[in-house]
């Protein structure tokens, strides 16, 4: 019996682990990331056949500057410098060849909060947070059709949101180093033309697919959704939990 008695106890203080008390900290955050996107969207803008811009992986930085409040709360604010998207297609036929050749720089920026649940202990903190924020597209488009060359600028803004987890282990108290897993949804649907040259001198807006006679397709929408993961140096204030002395009953 007292055998019996003693193995439970054991066991409970086991999946007890150890007394912690949360340190509220603050912490910056720098790293790489990459994001998967589909690039069906750069299709439909070229007017080419479904599937022959493919999915493709695209780097960009990311800087988090955040808030541990407790063990199980932070907050955090976030901006992403990317993903940038260059797209070069040519056009020909069989009777001209080459008819036209066409270029797009596509750069993102995203500014985003995130409020968060954690479970963190002196060395480790785990994260899982709803971003919320506003995402800005900045392009440039050159177009050259039966040798008449014209390009414009691109702005756009949009909603932007996305869910993120992130593990991230504490070394030193104050060092950290994580690994980010995520999915973003960001779409621009209303692109605003700019700055037109050349045969583009009076570009109209919004903007419109490629089509045979200009840009006169479809009103353009830029997808910048997909999922990303990404890696990350902390720097932490202090551990945001530590271990409370067995005579500290404070909660």
């Known amino acids: 019996m007292k055998k019996t008695v003693f193995s439970a106890l054991l066991l409970a203080g086991l999946l007890a682990g150890p007394r912690l008390q949360a340190e509220p900290s603050l912490y910056l955050m720098g790293g790489v990331d990459e994001k998967v996107l589909a690039n069906q969207d750069a299709n439909n803008y070229f007017n080419l056949p479904s599937g022959q811009l493919g999915p493709q992986a695209y780097p960009s930085g ?106 991230s282990q504490i070394m030193l108290g104050h060092l950290s180093l994580g690994f980010e897993l995520g999915y973003d949804w960001t779409q621009f649907k209303d692109i605003q033309n700019s700055n037109g040259h050349g045969a583009y001198s009076s570009v109209g807006s919004p903007e419109h697919n490629v089509s045979d006679n200009g840009h006169n397709g479809d009103q353009t929408t830029i997808d910048f959704s997909g999922g990303h993961v990404a890696v990350v140096l902390g720097l932490w204030s202090n551990a945001p939990a530590r271990s409370r002395p067995v005579n500290d009953t404070a909660d």
């Open 62 to 167: 990311v800087v988090h500057l955040g808030m541990q409040f407790s063990r199980w709360m932070a907050l955090e604010a976030s901006i992403n410098a990317g993903p940038v998207r260059d797209n070069d297609v040519t056009y020909e036929n069989s009777f001209f060849g080459t008819t036209r050749h066409v270029t797009t720089h596509w750069a993102l920026t995203t500014y985003s909060v995130t409020p968060a649940i954690t479970w963190a202990g002196p060395r480790y903190v785990n994260l899982l947070g709803l971003r919320l924020g506003q995402a800005n597209l900045a392009g440039h488009v050159d177009d050259s059709a039966y040798g008449a060359d014209g390009s414009y600028d691109q702005q756009a803004r949009a909603f932007d949101a996305g869910v993120i987890f992130r593990t």
